[in-house]
């Protein structure tokens, strides 16, 4: 089977310094031929990580590079491992060709439009598989030019999801794979940075969101490629129901920060501890 797609699986933005902004749910597209299957609210593709290419339009400013899917979440989830084995084991995950929205609603009209393993296949090959290869490119490119990588993850969800947390979820929730994929005291002073600002914006490292599998699978802080994922609640920038608008007020409070937030990665590579090991 294929899977055919008008358009492309990624776009990318070049940069100039050792930052690549990764945007992998901020996709919207669906092909038609998919839209049809899905249910009227689906369509609407509700659970995307909305305008995030706007909100870190800062990151180019400082030579980051840029890569942003194209295609809905709900057409494959480019934050899930491959085989879709579930990154936190006994807790309410979607899956990596989704069948179920955040609110645990069925995407699909009738259960026989749910993909089966060799559609999966094929959207694995042409959406999933086409965003990686250029992830892994650009973040070996940059190793070989400036001696580090430095991989931001960029992600943002409701802030009340009962399906998966309890209660308010933390304005700021930092994932660095419990430690792992980056140096520890990078991540310290990411969070310290953004406990400046406790009064607007509550933060917490490696809670309820420790990083996807992009965050768990390239960062590698003992060869030198560091990666934090950044889960951030959509009421620190838009409105959280339809039409899902940007909120220009709101923005402009979170966006000084999280340009801080870029230069503070941008910083520690300039000092040269992050090609040292993450033990170190």
Request: hydrophobic share 40%; aromatic share 8%.
């Amino acid at each position: 089977m294929r899977f055919s797609s008008p358009e492309a699986p990624y776009r990318f933005t070049p940069g100039r310094s050792p930052l690549l902004l990764s945007i992998p749910h901020g996709g919207t597209y669906l092909p038609p031929a998919l839209a049809a299957r899905l249910t009227p609210a689906a369509r609407g593709v509700p659970d995307t990580d909305w305008h995030l290419a706007t909100l870190y339009a800062m990151a180019r400013d400082l030579g980051a590079a840029v890569l942003e899917a194209t295609h809905s979440r709900y057409v494959i989830d480019l934050n899930r491992p491959p085989d879709g084995a579930s990154l936190y084991p006994g807790q309410s995950v979607t899956g990596l060709c989704p069948i179920d929205t955040f609110d645990d609603e069925p995407l699909y009209l009738d259960r026989a439009d749910e993909p089966g393993a060799a559609e999966i296949d094929a959207r694995r090959e042409a959406i999933w598989e086409p965003y990686h290869a250029k992830l892994a490119h650009e973040l070996a490119r940059l190793r070989a030019r400036h001696g580090v990588a430095l991989l931001w993850d960029a992600h943002s969800i409701r802030s009340v999801l009962p399906r998966f947390f309890e209660g308010r979820l933390p304005d700021l929730n930092f994932g660095t794979a419990g430690g792992a994929s980056c140096a520890p005291q990078l991540a310290q002073a990411l969070l310290d940075l953004a406990r400046e600002e406790s009064e607007r914006f509550s933060s917490v490292l490696n809670g309820r969101f420790k990083g996807g599998y992009i965050t768990r699978h390239y960062g590698r802080p003992d060869q030198g490629a560091h990666a934090v994922q950044l889960e951030m609640t959509q009421c620190s920038y838009m409105d959280e129901a339809p039409p899902f608008a940007y909120r220009d007020d709101r923005a402009a409070r979170v966006q000084p920060l999280l340009g801080r937030l870029l230069e503070r990665m941008l910083a520690f590579a300039a000092d040269g501890r992050p090609s040292l090991p993450a033990s170190t």
